[in-house]
Every structure is written in C-alpha cells, then in structure tokens.
C-alpha cells in the first residue's frame, strides 16, 4: 500500500466536540445585556465580552442575535418542575385559590424590573423576527398556561368548581393578564398584581370569591 493510498484508508477526523459548559454563563449574560440595552442595542459582541468568551465561540454556538435570545428566555423560564415520569408538578394546598397563589414565584416578584425589561425586549425582537413566536411560546407561555390547566382541573375534580369550566381558556387568563401589563402598560410584576388578577378576575371567573366575601379559601 502506497503512503497516498494509507492516507486515503484512514477515517476521517471528527471534529473537535464543542464545549457547552459555559452555555449557563453565556445566557445570563445576553439577559443582563438584553434588560440593558433592548434587543435593538443589543449584539452577540457585547453578550461575548460581558461573558468574557470568544465571538467565534458565540456564533459558532448560536449564529444570530435572535437564536441567542430565544435560548437565552428558555434558560431563564425553567423553574417548572416534573416527576420521574415527566409528568408537571403543580401546587397542591387543597383550594383552588391556595394553588394559584403558590404558582407566584418569588424570583419573578422580587426580579420585576429585570423581567419586564427582558419583556420588551422580547417583544421588540418579535416584530423583526415573527417567524421566532412558535419558539417563544413553546417556553414563555405554554408550559405556564399547562400548570395552570391542571391547576384548574384539579379544583374541578375536588368539587370547587364546577364541570365544564372552561379551564383552557381560565388557564390562559393569568399569563395573557401579565404579558399585558408587562408589554403594553410598562408594569413590572408584583405579588400585589397576581393576587389581585387571582381575587378580582380568576375567582369571579369560576364563581368564587376572595376571602372575606363570604367566599370559598
């Protein structure tokens, strides 16, 4: 065998594995450029130096502003959790309004500021890029919606509601509430604003009412 044909024989190299551990990094670095700047001031270069990573490494890994953002939104909406099975893990209190009240989570209060302006700037990249909304929806607002619909249904198999509801529709009603306030009002979330969504427009919804109007707790 000839030294060309040895070379020809050998299997090709991979190439080398790209590194994701600093992925974490990367992603909450574009939200802290993102809520800075909007999506509009915002590039992959200064994600890159706020992360103190290569830009080859950025857009090797993500090669457009948007594809950094929709990652970077996904890594910020995980707080849901599920079983070993897969299956999503709810609030349990044992009253319709208890379980909606723990859906709150304290990170999205407490971050307001923060979130509302990763909002907008969400927003911002959707009119240039409408074609990224599936992606948006599949991890801001679908899995929410889902924990709210077992939320729902639940309080429906325990007798608090009645059958019927419809819980695909009260299951979209916090979330659509919120991402309004949020884009078009310029509202930060609160703990004051969800409870109020829960009391004044979620409860009258299902025929209850908040404490202290003679209703169900």
């Not at 909450?28 to 706020?50: H, N, S």
């Not at 899995?143 to 979209?172: C, H, M, N, W």
Request: with cysteine; aromatic share 4%; glycine share 8%.
């Amino acid at each position: 065998m000839t030294t060309e044909t040895a070379k020809t024989a050998e299997p090709a190299r991979l190439g080398r594995k790209r590194d994701h551990s600093r992925d974490p990094e990367i992603l909450a670095a574009a939200l802290d450029v993102l809520a800075e700047v909007g999506y509009d001031g915002m590039t992959v270069d200064m994600v890159a130096a706020r992360a103190k990573a290569g830009k080859a490494t950025l857009y090797r890994r993500w090669p457009s502003k948007a594809e950094l953002v929709v990652d970077a939104v996904g890594c910020m909406k995980r707080p849901l959790h599920h079983d070993a099975n897969g299956n999503l893990l709810v609030p349990d209190t044992g009253t319709l309004r208890g379980d909606l009240i723990a859906m709150v989570k304290p990170k999205a209060v407490t971050d307001g500021s923060r979130h509302l302006k990763i909002m907008l700037g969400v927003a911002s990249m959707l009119s240039s890029a409408p074609e990224l909304l599936d992606s948006i929806n599949s991890i801001m607002i679908e899995p929410r919606t889902e924990a709210y619909r077992l939320v729902f249904e639940r309080a429906v198999q325990r007798g608090e509601i009645k059958p019927g509801a419809d819980v695909t529709l009260l299951a979209s009603l916090g979330p659509a509430l919120s991402m309004f306030r949020a884009v078009y009002q310029q509202q930060p979330p609160s703990r004051e604003l969800f409870l109020h969504i829960i009391d004044a427009v979620i409860l009258p919804a299902v025929g209850l009412s908040a404490p202290g109007e003679g209703a169900h707790e």
